[in-house]
T-cell receptor, first 114, second 110 residues
Framework: DAMVIQNPRYQVTQFGKPVTLSCSQT?????MYWYQQKSSQAPKLLFH???????NEADTPDNFQSRRPNTSFCFLDIRSPGLGDAAMYLC?????????????FGPGTRLTVL | GDSVTQMEGPVTLSEEAFLTINCTYT??????LFWYVQYPGEGLQLLLK?????DKGSNKGFEATYRKETTSFHLEKGSVQVSDSAVYFC?????????FGKGITLSVRP
């Protein structure tokens, strides 16, 4: 089945130790998104790629970076995780940059910062 | 800016009860409207959507109608099941970015 895959499902890191989260998709969608979701809150968009074009949200901290080496893969890098960065990180895709299409979400990676 | 307002939760219902979850929106353009559901420990799944005024989205017994005159997209189900227990998010999209409501937790008792 075509899907959005996130690895790992659970990630534990230490305060200040860089961490990378991975997302892959078999849908061949042009757009990929990264969201941060803290407990009992709505997902918050960090950034998205339309093909190779990177679009950062204005309030996304510099501590968060992303790479999209090809259509299928997208990575979220947290350069120096703080305790406040503990959250669920959701990857999503969209076929086109259109308001009509729904986004397809992966299962998420839960990040714990010790 | 664009925003979505959901009724306050949580909501607890008995099995087979009628469900309504209110959602209203503010948008500068002509948004598409969505309901997403999140089961514990999982990502979001699309439940239903509507892309223009008076459209009705439906799936798994859930329905919602895009009401432009009241800027609303209320979610309804005639008879809830224990398996419907989850968090429900109303969302809008004007461009390709989603704006979510705060979500509401639904618990259904046997």
């Amino acid at each position: 089945d075509a899907m959005v895959i996130q690895n790992p499902r659970y990630q534990v890191t230490q305060f200040g130790k860089p961490v990378t989260l991975s997302c892959s998709q078999t849908l061949n969608h042009n757009v990929m998104y990264w969201y941060q979701q803290k407990s009992s809150q709505a997902p918050k968009l960090l950034f998205h790629y339309y093909d190779k074009d990177f679009n950062n949200e204005a309030d996304t901290p510099d501590n968060f970076q992303s790479r999209r080496p090809n259509t299928s893969f997208c990575f979220l890098d947290i350069r120096s995780p703080g305790l406040g960065d503990a959250a669920m990180y959701l990857c999503a895709t969209n076929r086109q940059a259109s308001s009509y299409n729904e986004q397809f979400f992966g299962p998420g990676t839960r990040l714990t910062v010790l | 800016g664009d925003s979505v307002t959901q009724m306050e939760g949580p909501v607890t219902l008995s099995e087979e009860a009628f469900l309504t979850i209110n959602c209203t929106y503010t948008a500068t353009g002509y948004p598409s409207l969505f309901w997403y559901v999140q089961y514990p420990g999982e990502g979001l799944q699309l439940l239903l959507k509507a892309t223009k005024a008076d459209d009705k989205g439906s799936n798994k017994g859930f329905e919602a109608t895009y009401r432009k005159e009241t800027t609303s997209f209320h979610l309804e189900k005639g008879s809830v099941q224990v398996s419907d227990s989850a968090v429900y998010f109303c969302a809008l999209s004007v461009s390709s970015k989603l704006t979510f409501g705060k979500g509401i937790t639904l618990s259904v008792r046997p």
